[in-house]
């Protein structure tokens, strides 16, 4: 079965560039998270999404970071303009309700650096 | 709200040796408690998870968990190291989906671990 996918893997841009992270959550899921994880700060999470429904943005940094869900199945996460403090591995994650534990399913990350 | 506690951001130890991962957990209701793993450079995989049906929980890669309601702790263990166990580990509690649609799993700071030959 197809994990959550996540692109790109890898993301160099300058400061001030806009940037769009991708997210496919896994077949049936109903929930989507987006986190962010640095050194400084560890796994944050930004904001989540049920049935394609933003639930919950108090994590989002600034106004420079918004989220979407069009569908079902896909995601993105934008950050316009960019700036270098925002470098870190975003990750995606997508969990079903019906499981009722809870249990995330992680995407592979994208590893955002910018200069 | 729940949250988690992880004593020890760092934990060295031999190759062979026991590794004893701690977690701390606090909640208002019976929670759902899991350990992931983080590989370098990879997302969180899920290691094991607590879901009130036993309270010692056997994972993959030979780890298990002990859920003690009385120490509200949650404890990751392995009684042998191996090199490849070197990674971060985050010790996670929810309350499921009873709290409708303002559920979320809330994550503790991490624990890495090195394994020495």
């Known amino acids: 079965d197809a994990g959550v996918i996540q692109s790109p893997r890898h993301e160099v841009t300058e400061m001030g560039q806009e940037v769009t992270l991708r997210c496919k959550p896994i077949s049936g899921h109903d929930y989507l998270f987006w986190y962010r994880q640095t050194m400084m700060r560890g796994l944050e999470l930004l904001i989540y999404f049920n049935n394609n429904v933003p639930i919950d943005d108090s994590g989002m940094p600034e106004d420079r970071f918004s989220a979407k869900m069009p569908n079902a199945s896909f995601s993105t996460l934008k950050i316009q303009p960019s700036e270098p403090r925002d470098s870190a591995v975003y990750f995606c994650a997508s969990s079903f309700s019906q499981s009722y534990t809870g249990e995330l399913f992680f995407g592979e990350g994208s590893r955002l650096t910018v200069l | 709200a729940q949250s988690v506690t992880q004593l020890g951001s760092h934990v060295s130890v031999s190759e062979g040796a026991l590794v004893l991962l701690r977690c701390n957990y606090s909640?208002?209701?019976?929670?759902?408690l899991f350990w992931y793993v983080q590989y370098p450079n990879q997302g969180l995989q899920l290691l094991l998870k607590y879901t009130s049906a036993a309270t010692l929980v056997k994972g993959i890669n030979g780890f298990e968990a002990e859920f003690k309601k009385s120490e509200t702790s949650f404890h990751l263990t392995k009684p042998s190291a191996h090199m490849s166990d070197a990674a971060e580990y985050f010790c996670a509690v929810s309350v499921g989906y009873s709290g409708g649609s303002n559920y979320k799993l809330t994550f503790g700071k991490g624990t890495l671990l090195t394994v020495n030959p």
């Open positions: 909640s208002s209701v019976p929670p759902y």
